[in-house]
């Protein structure tokens, strides 16, 4: 039994540490320990080989000092076997240490020795902690519609030991789900149903390495955070407002509303007339959206064409289409061939307008849509101002569309002065305000004067003008343009006020006269008859009046 023991002995301390690795190398030395040993009499004997490890839980990369110590009084060839690098760092009567460094994985360490030509052997479990590598939580889709499922993934590479690892799921710092990490690399998936309140939220993944048992602390590892966009769409579809005809070269407002949007601020308006995009102006209220662009019709758009108002939200999107229908409605165009007649000339009317466009030219219409109309009239004086009108119609989508146009023919002819409107005798007071109205038409209008036939002297026209003595007399009054002279002999007879009052003056004094005369008369005719019917008694100082017939009456006495 000796020279087996001798011989194991030999065998331990000839095997270089380099295979014995891991696990392999640890089964390797109990087995033959263990199949070396002597019979259990012998063992109930012997003496116990203690290992002490400063701690079992070693940080990855890291050292720690083994003991191998025993109470045998004469031991030897104490050893460590180990598949980590060791490093002696002291022995003495019973005793070994041992220093272990770059620990990368969990091992089993082991002391041996003999006593008493006895093998006595120890044992210890080596677990290794190390934080997680990387912790990462996977790319969230790019909108998420509220309602619906959503199933994130946090990954989760190296971390030891695994038993005390564990996955956290974060919005903010809310906790939401704890899952164990299971596998290499480690893949936890989580379920949350989206919401509005998850709009904008900041989700993260968390590793904990709880060492507390082990007498450590928590380790804690986080992901960088991923923010998740909700939004949420109604199944209706936009309300769209648009013209239901629109001519070429003119604008028109449109206007595409959509309630119910979450968020409504995120979403994304496109406006179109046929292959055009229209410039919108988007607001957004609530949970309202609403746009409103204006539409230019062009030629080349002619006829029906769809204005389409697309909204779109996160990867999701609702769509109104409304028909509109782009016409040309040219004219009426309305044109004279002498625009500037002379008096006589033969003048032509014509009112054209675009195709299907229906004309009626004072009255007279074309003789088919998209045809003119017209007519020929000999310029008189009364045609001078004359105002032509045209009527068209268009008919475009069930709708009556009218238009007019009008033009205005000058005829050229020599002056006329109206004789109604210019008095040809004219009896007026001496300084007295009047005004001559004297009225001549031609075109081009004419110019009318009015000069006195002796003097030459110029009457004023139209304006007020103080009437003196000398304005009598006879005045040819002239209205004249490029197209001739006409004359009008105008008499002015101007009364003097001094004349009438000299008249006045005489007529009074000739009645004064008169009455003077009459009064005189009367006058001598009442004293004579009072000298004849009156005598005066000179013997007294009081004189009746008594009445007097006369001598023929007093001579009678009646019987």
Sequence with gaps: MGETLGDLQ?????????????AYGNSLISLLLVCCLPPSGARAQQYQLRLEVENTLVPAGGSFLVNCSTDCPNP????????????????????????????TSDSQVLCSGFCNDIQMVGSSEITVYRFPERVELAPLPRWQPVGENLTMTCQV????????????????????????AVGEPAEVTFTVAAGREDHL????????????????????????PRQL??????????????????????TRSVNCILEGLFPASEAQVHLALGNQTLNSTVESHGDTISATATAVARAEQEGAQEIVCNITLGNDGREAREKLTVYSFWGPTLNLSEPNASEGTAVTVTCAAGARVQVMLEGLPAAAP????????????????????????????????HRNSSVQLRVLYGPKIDQAKCPQRLTWKEKTTHVLQCQARGNPDPQMHCFHEGSHVELPIGVPFFVRLNYTGTYACKASSSRGVHTVTVVMNVQDRNLRAVNIVLGVLAILGVVTTVAALLHVFGVQKRSDTCRVNQGSTWLPLTSRQPEEAVGENPS
């Design 10 to 22: 030999s065998l331990v301390t000839m095997l270089p540490s380099g295979l014995l690795l891991g």
């Design 76 to 103: 030897r060839l104490i050893i460590l076997e180990t598949s980590l690098a060791k490093k002696p760092v002291g022995n003495g009567l019973g005793w070994a240490a041992f220093l272990l460094s770059n620990v």
């Design 157 to 180: 590479a190296g971390g030891a030991p695994r038993t005390n690892l564990t996955v956290v799921l974060l919005r903010g710092e809310e906790e939401l789900s704890r899952q164990p």
């Design 201 to 224: 939220a900041n989700f993260s993944c968390r590793t904990d390495l709880d060492l507390r048992p082990r007498g450590l602390g928590l380790f804690q590892n986080s992901s960088a």
């Design 229 to 250: 966009r909700t939004f949420a769409l109604p199944i209706t579809a936009p309300h769209l407002v648009v013209p239901r005809i629109l001519e070429v070269g003119t």
């Design 370 to 401: 998209g045809q003119p109309a017209q007519f020929q009239l000999n310029a008189t004086e009364m045609d001078d101002r004359r105002s032509f009108f045209c009527n068209a119609t268009l008919e475009v989508d069930g709708e009556t569309l």
